[in-house]
């Protein structure tokens, strides 16, 4: 089915928002090589400062969609897409260790905000769910790609601080759009959504709140919302290093002119390319398919994908790209089945703070697993580390098929009725 000139414009709107927080969150790694050299710092005080940006990304999620219940959610978008702007222009401004901290906090702070606030308007705004969910999440996946590539490719032309400046550009870029764009934030909902004018804001209205969406089936969701995010922050960050030290790597060439870059990060780039199809395949289903019955499917091919790695990582340069590929499309099929579970299980008044606790459980909770991970692979063997990986998506598979049993039956009284109409 086409979207309606509504869905469009919320389609772009979030597209260009989810790109762009990806774009300058996977740029900062680029950089960090460059600060590290420029400002005669340790790796572990760089690793501090950097993990005080990133940080906020996961914990501020919970206040950013308490925000957008409260202020809206175009206005909350636009001020991520500006604040994380300035941010960067902020860094390119920078001459000591210190004003690189203030910075990172400053983006960290800003693009917290636009998971709950994004995802909160594609679940009122929009009649095509699963079609809009499925390109938002490739855009996300375009920025995560772009973002690194961007700022190595400048960087090689251009002092780090212009490239700093140059990256803000397309977030500036995207605020001037997002001020002309048109739509109605709750075209897709029948329910009153507008807080009261203290209540959103309120320590007894987020008590209230919470309490009723933790004594619902969203209590499982953000359980199992957590256990992914262990799954895909532990992969995702320990799999280039993984990649790295196999031998099989040694059989792929690297083209003239491209030394400097490691063989294994194009299987790497080439799964994060992969993962935009899921994206836009689980997109789809979700449209044809029960949450929950997504998620406990894709879970458990997650598993045995993690398991896959024990013997394939010891098997030739092939059998190693096949997997990633594989890997790479699942990972992230299943972003938007856990996605249209938290709309189809919350009520449309309190979405912002429903993702709010979404994304705390998937950034804040689910970095977790880099520190397990860490601890696993320091003392441990490699098949140990998949085995742990693995039990995170066992987890959420169980978890996913208790929903499926009883849970949807518990909740289908006193569920939404613009989540009823979707399944």
Request: some cysteine.
């Amino acid at each position: 089915m086409a979207l309606n000139s509504n869905d469009r414009s919320i389609a772009g709107f979030t597209m260009a928002g989810h790109a762009l927080v990806h774009w300058f969150e996977t740029s900062i790694p680029i950089l960090l090589v460059i600060w590290l050299a420029e400002f005669d710092v340790s790796m572990a005080l760089l690793g501090i400062v950097v993990a005080l940006g990133y940080a906020p990304f996961g914990i501020g999620a919970l206040p950013g969609g308490i925000l957008a219940d409260r202020y809206g959610t175009k206005r909350l978008i636009l001020l991520c897409l500006a604040g994380m702007s300035a941010a960067f222009l902020v860094l390119s401004l920078a001459t000591s260790i210190y004003a690189i901290a203030v910075g990172l906090i400053l983006w960290g702070i800003a693009a917290s905000i636009y998971h709950p606030a994004g995802l909160a308007l594609i679940s009122t705004g929009v009649e095509e769910r699963g079609t809009v969910f499925a390109w938002h999440g490739i855009a996300g996946n375009a920025g995560i790609a772009l973002g690194p590539f961007v700022a190595a490719t400048l960087l090689i032309f251009l002092d780090w601080q212009l490239v700093t400046a140059v990256l803000a550009v397309p977030g500036i870029l995207a605020v001037l759009y997002g001020l002309s764009a048109q739509f109605e934030p709750t075209a897709a909902v029948e329910d009153d959504v507008d807080a009261g004018p203290d209540e959103a804001l309120s320590l007894s209205g987020l008590i209230t709140n919470s309490r009723a969406l933790f004594a619902s089936a969203f209590a499982i969701v953000f359980v199992i919302v957590t256990f992914e995010g262990l799954y895909y922050r532990g992969m995702l960050t320990y799999l280039p290093e993984i990649l790295h030290g196999l031998e099989a790597m040694d059989g792929l060439a690297v083209p003239a002119g491209l030394e400097g870059i490691e063989p294994a990060d194009y299987i790497y780039v080439g799964l994060l390319v992969v993962g935009m199809a899921g994206q836009y395949v689980g997109g789809k289903l979700t449209d044809r398919l029960d949450p929950a019955r997504g998620m406990a499917g894709i879970f458990g091919v997650l598993v045995v994908l993690a398991l896959a790695f024990v013997p394939v990582t010891g098997m030739g340069l092939v059998a190693i790209a096949t997997l990633c590929g594989v890997f790479g499309f699942f990972l992230f099929a299943i972003q938007p089945f856990y996605q249209n579970a938290v709309a189809v299980y919350t009520p449309a008044d309190s979405r912002g703070l429903s993702y709010g606790y979404t994304y705390l459980g998937e950034f804040g909770l689910g970095s977790a697993s880099i520190a397990i991970g860490g601890f696993v692979l320091g003392g441990a063997s490699l098949a140990t580390f998949f085995v742990v990986i693995a039990s995170f998506a066992l987890a959420g598979m169980v978890l996913s098929a208790a929903l499926v049993a009883g849970l949807d039956r518990f909740v289908d009284a006193d569920r939404p009725a613009d989540a009823k109409a979707d399944d």
